[in-house]
């Protein structure tokens, strides 16, 4: 998230209008995290402001594996609760290409398996749409 621009998009969007982090986007990861650094500009040497970022870095990382595993722990209890067939995608893939073949992947491991998951939802049968190698029973 900081190597794609929080810091400058919290900066230009957020601080210092926020300063209630109970409602709305403000509650996303990454923004009341970097409140401190942001309030710290001006007020404190560069090294200070570097150790801030760093704890704050460290604090929205372990934030996102908290919420992560929350999630999971969701879905896993739906499955137990429902008997719902839950399947996972690995879009990873896709987003790792830069070149051309980023949309064939797309089609391949991501609105393919997708298509066929719904198909087989809304027909509630499996004829002719078995799951595909890129779909992971969870």
Not at 27 to 47: K, Q, Y
Not at 57 to 73: P, Y
Request: proline share 2%; glycine share 6%.
């Amino acid at each position: 998230m900081v190597d794609s621009g929080l810091v400058e998009e919290g900066k230009a969007f957020l601080y210092p209008k926020i300063r209630n982090y109970d409602y709305g986007f403000s509650r996303a990861i990454g923004v009341s995290e970097m409140d401190e650094f942001f309030r710290s500009e001006g007020l404190v040497d560069g090294e200070t402001r570097a150790k801030l970022l760093k704890a704050d870095i460290d604090e929205i990382t372990m934030n996102t594996c908290k919420l992560a595993c929350h999630q999971v722990g969701k879905i896993l209890r739906m499955r137990e609760e429902f008997g719902w067939q839950i399947y996972q995608l690995n879009a990873t893939e896709v987003f790792l290409r830069c070149d051309g073949d980023a949309n064939e992947a797309w089609e391949k491991l991501v609105l393919e398996p997708s298509t066929n998951m719904v198909a087989r939802f809304i027909c509630k049968e499996n004829i002719d749409l078995k799951p595909t190698a890129y779909e992971q029973l969870v």
